[in-house]
């Protein structure tokens, strides 16, 4: 498909195109030339926009829900949501075998590839613009957010309950089965077990499976 329809569903014109071709080349299609460095490189400036805009919009908030509302705001199932809608499966490069993975096995690509693009924008042009490139992708989230909101997750809060007895967290155990993720943990001997059509999603299922065994072992 057409690079110059993705561009203007981006809303952004590339100077030098061969930044969002590669952009587009996932590590299966191509193990040397692939958008793995973009990605690492979308993903910091990604952070950091939405956390300057947080930090601005939100002066007497304090740092631990200034980072939940950062997670929330760009966590995978978002960045999967914004690919879809942009219909970047139809311009990522895959391997035959990648290609024919089920959708929720594709949901990591997605990410990475929303990633890659920002990064991509962030060398063809400066930080204005790939800051005004952000807040317009991310537009719709950051008109809704606000303080009084809950975005501590399953997983959040059995880490911040581990915490607050001085215990080390739970290791999550997390590998792809058929219909996404499947995840383990084992907390004093019990041990739990969910799915997730990401490795996110399968790790809050089973946080909240234990949360809910302990909160009713404490009753």
Known sequence: MSLKNLETKLGYAF???????LALIHKSFDNKENNERLEFLGDTVLNSIISQYLFIKFPQEKEGLLTRMRSHLVKGETLTRKANKLG??????????????SENRKYSILEGTIESIIGAVFLDSNWESVDQFI?????????????DQE??????????????KQLLP?????????????CKIEI?????SASGKSKRLAEISVAAKALNHIKLSNE
Not at 170 to 182: L, M, R, S, V
């Open 151 to 164: 975005f501590r997750d399953s997983k959040t809060e059995l880490q911040e309950l581990f915490q607050s």
């Open 135 to 147: 807040l317009n992708l991310f537009n719709s989230e950051l008109s809704e957010i606000g303080s």
């Open 15 to 21: 100077k030098n195109i061969k930044l969002l071709e």
């Open 88 to 101: 970047l499966i139809n311009y990522i490069k895959l391997s035959k075998g990648t290609a024919n993975l």
């Open 170 to 182: 739970p290791k999550y155990i997390t590998t792809e089965c058929k219909d996404g993720f499947n």
């Open 188 to 192: 004093d001997g019990s041990k739990f």
